[in-house]
T-cell receptor, first 112, second 111 residues
Framework: DQQVKQNSPSLSVQEGRISILNCDYT??????FLWYKKYPAEGPTFLIS?????DKNEDGRFTVFLNKSAKHLSLHIVPSQPGDSAVYFC???????????FGTGTRLQVFP | EPEVTQTPSHQVTQMGQEVILRCVPI?????FYWYRQILGQKVEFLVS????????KSEIFDDQFSVERPDGSNFTLKIRSTKLEDSAMYFCASKPVTEAFFGQGTRLTVV
């Protein structure tokens, strides 16, 4: 039961260009969405989140867009840097619940 | 910067043995969690803990699992009789209100 899907297992982007990571969900009860970054042998690190009452949230180089009608969100990183190379997980939660439902992750590689 | 710490970083155990995974959440956080990630699969929710009791658990969190907050700082996950399929990275997380902060994980290998 894949409620949160990240259909691209990997993405390769040149340094300085924009990275766009995509996430789709099926559960219309989700009302909070998060992006986490994970390096090997480390735990997920929180990046940015968005509530379902918004359609955009920006924090420095990171912007998350939410399209509720399409049940789609995306993370934009601009400009991309080599240090951004990691696995990016999309996660979602329903109102009045604690648990996060994670996607399978997208491995981003930023090359010089 | 405060962080969630987990010990040990790697635990190898024989099938059928009990293991305890330890976590020290961020001190002013109120909500505590365990997640796991089997190799090659996605991160899965196990259990959430608030106000000294389990607030939610997944179907994975069956009777062989238990959690405890024995004092004001530690949060433990006990697996009573480990199975080969329990081999995974186990992540502890805590949050003040909204975003969860994760520890670096404990790699559990059941042989």
């Amino acid at each position: 039961d894949q409620q949160v899907k990240q259909n691209s297992p990997s993405l390769s982007v040149q340094e300085g260009r924009i990275s766009i990571l995509n996430c789709d969900y099926t559960n219309s009860m989700f009302d909070y969405f998060l992006w986490y970054k994970k390096y090997p042998a480390e735990g997920p690190t929180f990046l940015i989140s968005i509530s379902s009452i918004k359609d955009k949230n920006e924090d420095g180089r990171f912007t998350v867009f939410l399209n509720k009608s399409a049940k789609h969100l995306s993370l934009h990183i601009v400009p991309s840097q080599p240090g951004d190379s990691a696995v990016y997980f999309c996660a979602a939660s329903e109102r009045n619940t604690d648990k996060l439902i994670f996607g399978t992750g997208t491995r981003l590689q930023v090359f010089p | 910067e405060p962080e969630v710490t987990q010990t040990p970083s790697h635990q190898v155990t024989q099938m059928g043995q009990e293991v305890i995974l330890r976590c020290v959440p961020i001190s002013n956080h109120l909500y505590f969690y365990w997640y796991r990630q089997i190799l090659g699969q996605k991160v899965e929710f196990l259990v959430s803990f608030y106000n000294n009791e389990i607030s939610e658990k997944s179907e994975i969190f069956d009777d062989q699992f238990s959690v405890e907050r024995p004092d004001g700082s530690n949060f433990t996950l006990k697996i009573r009789s480990t199975k080969l399929e329990d081999s995974a990275m186990y992540f502890c997380a805590s949050k003040p209100v909204t975003e969860a902060f994760f520890g670096q994980g404990t790699r559990l290998t059941v042989v």
